[in-house]
Nanobody, 117 residues
């Protein structure tokens, strides 16, 4: 069972920044990808950013140029740097990990991000 420990959410004013962290309990040898999804009230969960451990990244159009996903292999941790935050970024953000060998997907508990106008 993979454990994902998220941190870094909070309340910020529009235009501000936050950095989310997600630490995985397994080594990178068994990770295909890690990413961040978000779910706002009354909306479906959507992909925000994802990093493939072969090197590529992809982002939702709504966050391109504002958010950056990165990883620290030594710490089995993925980060989401969020700049120029907007009220529409308000949501619960969930970390996701997809394992390489079994393709099983795991989720973190979620962290609230609230952007005030």
């Amino acid at each position: 069972q993979v454990q994902l420990v998220e941190s870094g959410g909070g309340l910020v004013q529009a235009g501000g920044s936050l950095r989310l962290s997600c630490a995985a309990s397994i080594g990178i040898f068994d990770i295909k990808s890690m990413g961040w999804y978000r779910q706002a009230p009354g909306k479906e969960r959507e992909l925000v950013a994802r990093i493939i451990f072969g090197g590529s990244t992809n982002y939702a159009d709504s966050v391109k140029g504002r958010f950056t996903i990165s990883r620290d292999n030594a710490k089995n941790t993925v980060y989401l740097q969020m700049n120029n935050l907007k009220p529409e970024d308000t949501a619960v953000y969930y970390c996701n990990l997809e394992r390489l060998l079994t393709m099983i997907s795991s989720w973190g508990q979620g962290t609230q991000v609230t952007v005030s106008s």
